[in-house]
């Protein structure tokens, strides 16, 4: 079982940066790979980012590429996600996920946060 809070949401500029973390609970955080999806007000939930249960491999939707950064912390069981560069169109609630498959699916993830809302002001 593992448990994932996130934290780190709020209101920003576009064109400024923000960093959102992933608290996990639970022993096997070093086994699961992570990820990050968001979902906007009338859209579907989406992936952002996702990295590894080795933190080897890491993958970024191209929306994001290039301007948001996935990483983990084995010692503080923390998953973040730096996000450079924003956009009005990054406003959306920031969901962290856990699963042995991980990947670009939601369907790889058994365990979800309850999100965490950014708001990006043009």
């Known amino acids: 079982q593992v448990q994932l809070v996130e934290s780190g949401g709020g209101l920003v500029q576009a064109g400024g940066s923000q960093r959102l973390s992933c608290a996990a609970s639970?022993?096997?955080?070093?086994?699961?790979?992570m990820g990050w999806f968001r979902q906007a007000p009338g859209k579907e939930r989406e992936f952002v980012a996702a990295?590894?249960?080795?933190?080897?491999?890491?993958y970024y939707a191209d929306s994001v590429k290039g301007r948001f950064t996935i990483s983990r912390d084995y010692a503080k069981n923390m998953v973040y996600l730096q996000m450079n560069s924003l956009k009005p169109e990054d406003t959306a609630v920031y969901y962290c996920?856990?699963?042995?498959?991980?990947?670009?699916?939601?369907?790889?993830?058994?365990?979800w946060g309850q999100g965490t809302q950014v708001t990006v002001s043009s």
């Open positions: 996920a856990a699963g042995a498959g991980g990947g670009i699916s939601q369907r790889g993830y058994n365990y």
């Open positions: 990295i590894s249960w080795s933190g080897g491999n890491t």
């Open positions: 639970g022993r096997t955080f070093s086994s699961y790979a």
